[in-house]
Nanobody, 129 residues
């Protein structure tokens, strides 16, 4: 039985940092590209970052480039998102997703590849002063 569990969310002031973790159970993690998405109130879910199955390549949304870093540890079955210099607009529920392919699909492929992904339940990140 598979399971994706995100953790590490919370309340942080602007300019602060958080590290999100995603624990994958029931997967052979190196068979999957891994992504982080987020959904703010009243907005559609958007792609934040993705990492290929071996960690050799990463992609980021323009809004988080230079501030967020995605990483993974396949042996521990973990995916991480280090978030620095957080802004008010980073407030959202953050979701971990796995797709059974080596390379990251386009974030815009929501009706295709990402619709077949495995998703976690999300973790709330609130940036507020």
């Amino acid at each position: 039985q598979w399971q994706l569990v995100e953790s590490g969310g919370g309340l942080v002031q602007p300019g602060g940092s958080l590290r999100l973790s995603c624990k994958a159970s029931g997967f052979v993690l190196d068979h999957f590209a891994a992504g982080w998405f987020r959904q703010a109130p009243g907005k559609e879910r958007e792609g934040v970052s993705c990492i290929t199955n071996t960690g050799g390549e990463t992609i980021y949304a323009d809004s988080v480039k230079g501030r967020f870093t995605i990483s993974r540890d396949n042996a521990k079955k973990m995916v991480y998102l280090q978030m620095n210099s957080l802004k008010l607009e980073d407030t959202a529920i953050y979701y971990c997703a796995l797709v059974q392919r080596a390379l990251c699909p386009s974030f815009s492929d929501t009706a295709g590849t990402w619709s077949r992904a495995f998703w976690g339940q999300g973790t709330q990140v609130t940036v507020s002063s």
